[in-house]
T-cell receptor, first 115, second 113 residues
Framework: AQTVTQSQPEMSVQEAETVTLSCTYD???????LFWYKQPPSRQMILVIR??????QNATENRFSVNFQKAAKSFSLKISDSQLGDAAMYFC????????????FGQGTTLQVKP | DTGVSQNPRHKITKRGQNVTFRCDPI?????LYWYRQTLGQGPEFLTY????????KSRLLSDRFSAERPKGSFSTLEIQRTEQGDSAMYLC???????????FGDGTRLSIL
């Protein structure tokens, strides 16, 4: 079965510091995308960053970057210079098999940012 | 880009009643997805449309659930004879063809009394 695992239910970071959220996944596919989504409390889920598996270079979006280890099936999210607005639940997601694009989500990591 | 719109935002109903939710995707997106999210968990896939065709349904989607996308634009998700276990946030997402990222709506929160 295809699974996505986020082993950190909760994380906390001091404002302006750096935090890393971990994610592992299981797939037999060779070419795929991986996503990190952010869901603030009672607000819309939004895409944070996307990684293409065939690209060796780790994706970066401003303060957000990933550490993608394809062989280890690991896809962690690093948030630099954390801001209060980064407080949210973060989900790692992977498209299931087939060509539907449906996403399989991890259990989520709740990130608290302390002022 | 007006975003994905879902209505209603909240629905409270008694057990056994039928409910219907609506999703209006981003206009140029031909793929539409429904997910269910319970408190503190990640969303779980329910069903997927490409244009008006419903191409995949999860085993989570019992026969009390039905979804339509009649003209390939908006979609409805109906739950018949609601049960306590149906209480959840129902999320709609849309995307372009291929591996383009999905854009999510605000969701409809369903509470069963």
């Amino acid at each position: 079965a295809q699974t996505v695992t986020q082993s950190q239910p909760e994380m906390s970071v001091q404002e302006a510091e750096t935090v890393t959220l971990s994610c592992t996944y299981d797939t037999s596919e060779s070419d795929y995308y991986l996503f990190w989504y952010k869901q603030p409390p009672s607000r819309q889920m939004i895409l944070v960053i996307r990684q293409e598996a065939y690209k060796q270079q780790n994706a970066t979006e401003n303060r957000f970057s990933v550490n993608f280890q394809k062989a280890a099936k690991s896809f962690s999210l690093k948030i630099s210079d954390s801001q209060l607005g980064d407080a949210a639940m973060y989900f790692c997601a992977y498209p299931g098999s087939g060509n539907t694009g449906k996403l399989i989500f991890g259990q989520g990591t709740t990130l608290q940012v302390k002022p | 880009d007006t975003g994905v719109s879902q209505n209603p935002r909240h629905k409270i109903t008694k057990r056994g009643q039928n409910v219907t939710f609506r999703c209006d995707p981003i206009s140029e997106h031909n793929r539409l997805y429904w997910y269910r999210q319970t408190l503190g968990q990640g969303p779980e896939f329910l069903t997927y449309f490409q244009n008006e065709a419903q191409l995949e349904k999860s085993r989570l989607l019992s026969d009390r659930f039905s979804a339509e996308r009649p003209k390939g634009s908006f979609s409805t998700l109906e739950i018949q004879r609601t049960e306590q276990g149906d209480s959840a946030m129902y999320l709609c997402a849309s995307s372009r063809q291929g591996s383009q990222p999905q854009h999510f709506g605000d969701g409809t929160r369903l509470s069963i009394l």
